[in-house]
Nanobody, 118 residues
Framework: QVQLVESGGGLVQAGGSLRLSCSASGSTFDINRIGWYRQAPGKQRELVATISRGGSTNYADSVKGRFTISRDNAKNTVYLQMNSLKPEDTAVYYC????????????WGQGTQVTVSS
């Protein structure tokens, strides 16, 4: 099992910045890809950014150039630096991970609220 705990959400004005953190515990030795999804009210959950164990990244087009994902394997932590935030970035942000040994199964955190005011 893998447990994911997010932190760093909050309220920020448009144009501001926030940094989200996701700490993983449990069977972290074989985590493959880890990253962030978000869900706004009335909308489906969508990919924000992911990073592989080797450091390959993938971003949603809507956040490219504004968000940066990074990973500290020694600390089992992934970060999402969010700059130039827009009101449309308002959502609950969820940490997500998968493991080499459990293909096709996703682990999720409880989510952290990000609210961007105009």
């Amino acid at each position: 099992q893998v447990q994911l705990v997010e932190s760093g959400g909050g309220l920020v004005q448009a144009g501001g910045s926030l940094r989200l953190s996701c700490s993983a515990s449990g069977s972290t030795f074989d985590i493959n890809r880890i990253g962030w999804y978000r869900q706004a009210p009335g909308k489906q959950r969508e990919l924000v950014a992911t990073i592989s164990r080797g450091g390959s990244t993938n971003y949603a087009d809507s956040v490219k150039g504004r968000f940066t994902i990074s990973r500290d394997n020694a600390k089992n932590t992934v970060y999402l630096q969010m700059n130039s935030l827009k009101p449309e970035d308002t959502a609950v942000y969820y940490c997500n991970a998968d493991r080499f040994s459990v293909p096709g199964y996703d682990y999720w955190g409880q989510g952290t609220q990000v609210t961007v005011s105009s």
